[in-house]
């Protein structure tokens, strides 16, 4: 049954692994091991995985913005590479319904970690890397990450929530509101997570070291979904 479920997944990501094996061992918690002992859990691709999306990401931000000084593209990168990051990015492509989870994990809400699934953001990414190399992982964060650096980072949006408030006027649209959901990280180096809401629809999500930064990220992305709908 496992097999089956990744050969769907493949499907859903648009990518066709060589070793499917690994794409399962990449979706396997420890706690799933624990109860199935032939299995391998998903530690040492998350190991992996973390250096290898380290590396694209710097690699990006240091090809997109090529006035930026160390610093502040650390504090990008460190923005991009973490949990709340990750998890969004797994929860996009419904990572959580296929993990292989131990009935304790299960019962626990497991599949909603935010934890869990940065690590399988991060074990899918090493997976990847392994079976199919650099270039491949490169193409899929293109697709899946970096697009949207680049549409949030652009020139134009650099007041979003002001075009946003325009768009929705203009559209006759209900007022967007801005939600904390997370905050997390020590209190030099925070990071906020936001979300813009429509009657309750999330409609976008932002992570940044300041409210301001993440409400902009947040109206960012809901502008362009809202766009991208209005051209459908």
Known sequence: MPMKMFQQLQAELGVKFNDLSLLQQAFTHTSYVNENKQAKHNERLEFLGDAVLELTVTQYLYEQFPKLPEGELTKMRASIVCEPSLKLLADEHHFGRHLLLGRGEET?????????????????IGALYLDQGLETVVQFLQSNLFMKLRLENSDQITDAKSQLQEYTQQNNLSKPEYC???????????QFT?????????MGTGIGRSKK???????????????QKQQQ
């Open 108 to 124: 626990t809400g497991g599949r909603s970690k935010p934890a869990i699934l940065a690590d399988v953001f991060e074990a899918f």
């Open 180 to 190: 904390l959901v997370m905050e997390s990280g020590p209190s030099h180096e925070k």
């Open 213 to 227: 930064e993440s409400e902009q990220r947040a109206a960012a992305q809901a502008l362009i979904k809202l766009q």
């Open 194 to 202: 936001i979300e813009v809401r429509f009657d309750s629809n999330v």
